[in-house]
């Protein structure tokens, strides 16, 4: 009865469910003490399948499951990315997961069951298979975050996220009804149809509720100030998980609900959002001294020049989102990676104090977190810089010209903390005996990974943007 | 037309030694990094001679059209579409692609030129310096901007160079990171800079809103076909953004603050990045976009403006300071004033050239100054100097030519290149920047007084030295007193090439920039008078004269005030006007303002304000309140009662009873309010939020 | 008009119960305001002409979860929680905000109202008009369902297990 196209069309995400799956069944299996690290290759392996799955999909573009997912370069793209977060991630936990004493399985199954959710939600059109997908990610992201079990933090920081979470996505919840009170339907298409011949007040209260629950997700003001605490407690690698997958997924969300519907009023919602983010963000940057804390401020920001490029027109917006998105991705990855190598055992170096002389202990690792750092501030032939640059000058197009001035207003103070990382590394006299572990392979692999995207972005990225471009039409049309 | 068809490799060869630096540094001997890095800059110098040699045939041969040589599309792609101003969408992209024109040409030489005799000289000056490979390889990569910065085709890579100059200039002030005021030294000028990039990415971003390309040549050709009319809005807030950047990189008020600062670095550092070079990226960039400027009158008087302004205000500090390398970096951005000045009167020749003079000069100061202290030891304070003329005689010939040349001495490059500013100030635009003139004289009278102060305290009067400092003075080894030695020859003769036709020459720098600057002169034809005539005015020779006077004048002055001075001299200014002179010596206080206002580094009373006090403000509690709930259990009863205490007490009733009493401290702690740990007020603000969506929505 | 009085009643009750929910101290007592919340919601459904729904809220929410909610409760042996003092913070902006909010998203509604009569048993409440919804146009969502159960499964075993 249903096509077999249909499977291939969410065969992603089937991978991922199955290689969960397998790697919490084996680990039992395993008995006390054989080496587990076995199980992180498995897992690895499922996310490249499920890369490559992505990948064969481009034949087989269309919609599934009664229309409940729509395969198209949009999702196809979003899909990847995930996909290349979560493998990441994965190389980055090897070593962490022993040195802080963190069970295997549960650990591998929740980030490949959680990056389920998120591919769901790049490629689902249907508002109620949105908020199952949404409530996948979120439940499994509340989760890692309280994986350091001997950690008060950690705790803590689940506990809060998993409380505003939920809080948030009843949001969410509400604005579906909402807008399904409005229209009819739950389908973002059917929706689109619906809103085109007037939208209701109701209409605009649905989108507001939404936009509520989704920005809480991307962190973006007035609903980011569980950012700092809960990246904070949470695992570093679970951090750059994440600070990036939940957040591409949510951005996808955003713009189908947003461009696909046609849906009207949210214009001065984005841009108040995106300038409180940018403003409060940076500033709050300013004087963190836990590294962590201080890239959870930034990645409050970046979320904010993201919200910029929504704000401009059409498709050179969605595009601009989409490259912003993988090229954040590529750079927040791979900071939290440096941080959470340099973190060692229970998270002890995580001030910058402790990253004070990092240059002439661990050169390779501090020019590679410098980069990061210099990607993060905008500075050019990295994928920081295209991004912003595309963003602003997509903005300056649709005559956002408040918004571009608030924004390179915004990125120019936000150099100032991210040089703050470089000077402690490279100027700061080490005030306490910091061991920095030797590099594991695993880490090595993603951290060049991440580096390899970070510089590919920023010097070739027509290919990217011309796909950003395509995925943009998909939305549009 | 080998080399200037492979044009790309000169900023390609010091990048390359700079990565080998940054992976094999370590492991190289002192020897093999001279070898790499030096060479690599020899050779770029001999590669950029070549293809400038090239491109005079091929501009014969072309029309004096300008080369370009695209190699890939970087930045965008041909599919993305982005709507401009005109209604036709262009795509968004910018190329990797370089451009020989005159003007890059000239830049190209002295860059590498100069840029070559610094880091020859540095081998000598850093030989027992720790970190020598990191030095050079720092220097090659800034190199390798800098060429990028001059060569690119495009505004965005001449952003890419714009930045990585920036960065480069960052990492080399905190070289001796060691020292914390060199840190911090190297933090300002980055922020700063970064302020004046800011507004360079709106210029930029508004350039490819209005003409569809960041293409130099493609903008240049529409700002030149007449179709956009003198006085446009949208040209006059394009090139003010524009010289906001400049003013951030090419250290104009108010963004000049960075630069005397950036003394921090190694001298060769200072000579070659923060006088020599990068400094000059803004005059670079004013004069590239000069198609832009002369459709934008308003802009071109706040260029003028701005520069006079800069020139005096950074002259009169200089006239006071005792370090002496600060002395120098204050005479830099008076005559990076005096540059500016030139192309907002729109003789934008003129100010090329002087950048060109200049170079060589300034170049030679700094690195007669880091001979000096090299010398006695890393003394920079000139009031424990003093007659050294005879113990580093090589130094102090050489430093006393490049003074000659600064003061304005006739014969010497520095005359040329600003009694041609000062004249074409005098004389261009009906007159309408006479006032300006004026300010130009009077700092032309200042330039020569400190130069001279500084040459007087250095090298003659009294020794001033401690014993073991006076045992230990010598004269610099070879690496480094030949680079002097030819920075001296150019500083003398390189005048010679814009030698004025008044005084029986032919100009030929201003000919060979004419492909260049050529059409602003048809476009603005009603505002500027008729070209120089073939005789020139009698007017000329006046000025002329009176200029000779400023330079003899302010020596004279000098030489009277420091020619004898001995252990607790006293300065002439401080004797005539203590107030003057306290508020030159702190500078008019202007880092003090800075550190109120927009940093937030000092408090103003129990208040600080600026961003690092609005951070704060947003986040106070990290000590207090985080700590505490990792502490254990009970936290959320122990911290809502504290602060559901404090909120009581201070805001409930002290509102109501002492309301003027609490504000100040709410003025700091506003943001307390919204982050404290606790899930309640998290989600507090949420609703909050909400309501105010909602409340939008069905409006 | 009784359907509407009914209605209003229900909806009543439910609020009331929802605000001691959270009012009460003693988990035991919350976890019956539940089940009073979960009731009237039923009956809420059935007003609609929801069946199928009203019944599975009774046998699901108010039956079998709450059972086991109190049961828990019991088997722990959890006494009154302990109380904060509270900070009027919270009733100075949060418990109006909340209203206001709730204000505005109701005016909505009521301005939505374009006065059409839905009438009773039209909706898809009843047995079949479920299942055909579930098991064919909704049979992704319904079947992914199976993956945040695994996920909340995992969760509440990763949070529960004693470290060794």
């Known amino acids: 009865m249903i096509p077999s196209t249909d499977y291939i069309r969410l065969l992603p995400e089937l991978i991922l469910i199955v290689f969960g799956l397998l790697v919490m069944l084996i680990e039992p299996l395993l008995g006390e003490h054989n080496n587990r690290k076995g199980l992180g290759a498995i897992a690895l392996m499922g996310a490249v399948l499920s890369i490559l799955a992505s990948f064969y999909q481009t034949g087989y573009e269309g919609a599934a499951f009664f229309d409940m997912i729509h395969v198209d370069t949009f999702s196809i793209f979003f899909h990847v990315l995930i996909g290349l977060i979560a493998a990441v991630v994965i190389l980055a936990s090897f070593e962490y997961l022993n040195l802080q004493q963190i069970r295997y399985g549960e650990y591998y199954g929740l980030i490949l069951l959680s990056s389920v959710g998120m591919m769901l939600m790049s490629s689902a059109v249907e508002l109620v298979l949105i ?151 940076n500033i709050g940057a300013l004087v963190q001294n836990n590294v962590k804390r201080l890239l959870a401020y930034s990645s409050i920001a ?137 590099m594991p392979f695993a880490l090595g692999v993603s951290l060049a990974a991440c580096l390899a995207a970070t510089i590919y972005l920023g010097v070739l990225p027509g290919r990217i943007l011309d796909y950003a471009m395509a995925s943009a039409r998909v939305l549009v049309r | 037309m080998f080399f200037l068809n492979h044009i790309w490799v000169i900023p390609l060869m010091p990048i390359a030694s700079a990565a080998v630096m940054f992976f094999f540094g370590r492991r190289l001997s002192k020897q093999a990094v001279n070898a790499f890095c030096v060479g690599t800059i020899v050779l770029a110098f001999a590669w950029s001679c070549l293809a400038v040699y090239q491109y005079s045939s091929y501009a014969a041969a072309h029309d004096n059209a300008p080369f370009e040589k695209v190699l890939f599309t970087w930045a965008g792609s041909d599919g993305v579409m982005l709507p401009t101003h005109s209604g036709h969408p262009a795509p968004f992209k910018a190329e990797a692609g370089f451009l020989l024109d005159p003007l890059s040409a000239i830049w190209l030489l002295f860059v590498t030129g100069v840029g070559m005799l610094i880091h020859i000289y540095s081998t000598g000056y850093m030989a027992h310096e720790g970190g020598y490979y990191r030095f050079f390889g720092y220097l090659n990569l800034f190199m390798f901007s800098m060429l990028t910065l001059i060569l690119g085709n495009n505004y965005a890579m001449l952003f890419v160079g714009w930045e990585g100059v920036g960065l480069c200039s960052y990492l080399l002030i905190g070289f001796y990171f060691q020292r914390h005021s060199a840190s911090t030294a190297a933090n300002k000028a980055f922020i700063v800079n970064r302020i004046g990039d800011a507004s360079f990415l709106m210029g930029m971003f508004t350039i490819f809103w209005y003409f569809g390309t960041y293409r130099f040549t493609d903008i240049t050709s529409v700002a030149r076909s007449g179709q956009i009319a003198i006085g446009d ?288 002169a048809h476009q603005s034809a009603e505002a500027v008078p ?35 001075a001995g252990k607790g001299y006293v300065e002439p200014i401080d004797a005539a006007a203590q107030a003057v002179y306290t508020t030159l010596l702190n500078k008019y206080y202007v880092g003090e303002g800075y550190d109120y206002l927009f940093t937030g580094r000092k408090k103003l009373g129990p208040i600080r304000l600026g961003a690092i006090g609005l951070g704060e403000a947003s986040w106070k509690f990290d000590a207090n309140v985080i700590d505490g709930t990792v502490n254990g259990a009970g936290w959320i009863t122990r911290l809502s009662a504290a602060f559901s205490n404090w909120w009581d007490k201070w805001v409930i009733d002290g509102v109501l009873v002492n309301g003027p009493a609490i504000l100040a401290k709410m003025v700091s702690y506003p943001v307390r309010l919204f982050e404290w740990g606790l899930v309640q007020w998290y989600a507090l603000v949420m609703v909050v939020g909400l309501v105010g969506f909602v409340w939008y929505a069905i409006r | 008009m009784l359907h509407l009085a009914l209605f209003l009643i229900f909806g009543v009750i439910a609020v009331v119960g929802a605000i001691n929910l959270i009012a009460q101290t003693h988990p035991i007592n919350s976890a019956l305001s539940l089940v009073v919340v979960m009731g009237s919601l039923a009956a809420e459904y059935l007003l609609l002409g929801a069946e199928f729904l009203g019944a599975i809220q009774v046998i699901v929410y108010a039956g079998a979860i709450m059972v086991l909610f109190v049961f828990t409760i019991m088997l722990l042996n959890a006494g009154a929680e302990e109380q904060t003092r509270g900070s009027k913070v919270a009733i100075i902006i949060g418990i109006p905000g909340m209203v206001i909010g709730s204000v505005a998203v109701a005016w909505a509604l009521i301005r939505a109202h374009t006065g059409a009569e839905v009438p009773v048993g039209s909706l898809y409440g009843s047995a079949q008009g479920i299942g055909h919804l579930l098991f064919r146009d909704f049979l992704l969502p319904f079947e992914i369902t199976s993956v945040l159960i695994l996920i909340a499964i995992m969760g509440a075993v990763v949070l529960a297990r004693r470290e060794s």
């Open chain 1, 302 to 438: 970046q979320a904010g020049y993201i919200l910029v490029a929504f704000a401009a027109a059409k498709d050179i917006g969605i595009s601009a989102v989409i490259f912003y998105a993988a090229a954040y991705a590529a750079m927040n990855v791979g900071a939290f990676a440096v941080a959470s190598h340099l973190a060692n055992v229970g998270e002890k170096y995580v001030t910058l104090d402790d990253y004070a002389g990092l240059g002439r202990r661990a050169p390779g690792l501090a020019a590679v977190l410098t980069i990061f750092m210099l990607s993060l501030i905008g500075i050019p032939v990295t994928g920081g810089f295209l991004a912003k640059f595309y963003v602003f000058q997509a903005a300056m197009q649709s005559h956002l010209t408040g918004l571009v001035i608030i924004g390179v207003i915004n990125s120019a103070v936000a150099a100032y903390y991210y040089l703050r990382v470089i000077v402690y590394m490279y100027m700061r006299e080490p005030q306490r005996d910091v061991p920095v572990l030797k």
């Open chain 1, 131 to 281: 908020f199952i997908a949404l409530e996948i990610s979120s439940i499994g992201t509340y989760i890692l975050a309280g994986f350091r079990r001997n950690a008060p933090i950690s705790i803590e920081s689940s506990m809060k996220y998993f409380l505003l979470g939920s809080f948030a996505t009843a949001f969410f919840l509400y604005g579906v009804a909402l807008m399904f009170g409005a229209t009819g339907s739950t389908s973002v298409y059917t929706i689109a149809t619906t809103l085109a011949q007037g939208a209701t007040p109701l209409a605009y209260v649905g989108i507001a509720l939404m936009f509520v629950g989704l920005g809480f997700k991307v962190a973006s003001a007035p609903f980011h100030i569980w950012t700092p605490d809960v990246y904070e407690g949470a695992p570093a690698p679970v951090v750059a998980f994440m600070s990036t997958g939940p957040k591409a997924a949510a951005f996808a969300v955003l713009l189908r609900v947003l461009f696909a519907t046609e849906a009207p009023g949210w214009f001065w919602l984005i841009w108040a959002s995106a300038v409180l983010s940018m403003t409060l963000g």
């Open chain 2, 530 to 564: 008729a070209k120089e005539e073939e005789h020139a005015p009698p007017i000329e020779y006046g000025l002329m004269l009176l200029s000779i006077g400023a330079g003899f004048g302010g020596w004279w002055l000098a030489s009277r005030a420091y020619g004898k």
């Open chain 2, 233 to 520: 809005p949208w040209m006059i807030a394009i090139t003010l953004l524009l010289f906001g950047g400049a003013c951030g990189k090419s250290a104009q008020l108010p963004l000049y603050v960075w630069l005397p600062d950036a003394m921090e670095g190694p001298t060769p550092v200072s000579a070659l990045i923060h006088a020599a070079t990068m400094v000059t990226a803004g005059v670079y960039m004013v004069a590239r976009s000069n198609a832009l400027f002369v459709l934008a009158p308003p802009s071109m008087k706040v260029v003028a403006i701005v520069g006079a302004l800069t020139a005096i205000f950074a002259a009169s500090i200089g006239l006071v300071q005792n370090d002496i390398k600060r002395v120098l970096a204050y005479s830099t951005v008076s005559q990076l004033g005096y540059m500016f000045l030139a192309l907002g009167v729109g003789a934008f020749a003129a100010g090329v050239f002087h950048v060109f003079t200049h170079a060589f000069f300034k170049a030679l100061l700094f690195l007669g100054a880091g001979s000096v202290i090299h010398a006695m030891g890393g003394e920079q304070d000139m009031r424990n100097m003093g007659a050294l003329a005879k113990k580093i005689p090589t130094t102090f010939k050489t430093m006393f030519i490049a003074t000659l040349a600064i003061a304005g001495i006739p014969g010497l490059a520095g005359f040329f290149s600003k009694d041609e500013i000062l004249w074409q100030t005098w004389s261009r635009n009906d007159g309408a920047f006479r006032a300006l003139w004026v300010i130009g004289f009077i700092t032309a009278v200042m330039t020569s007084f400190y130069m001279f102060r500084l040459i007087y305290l250095t090298f003659f009067s009294q020794s001033r030295m401690s014993h073991e400092a006076e045992h230990h003075v010598h004269e610099s080894p070879k690496s480094m007193t030949v680079p002097l030695m030819v920075l001296a020859f150019c500083s003398v003769f390189a005048g010679y090439l814009g030698l004025p036709p008044s005084l029986g020459g032919t100009n030929r720098f201003e000919k060979f920039l004419h492909p260049v600057f050529a059409a602003e």
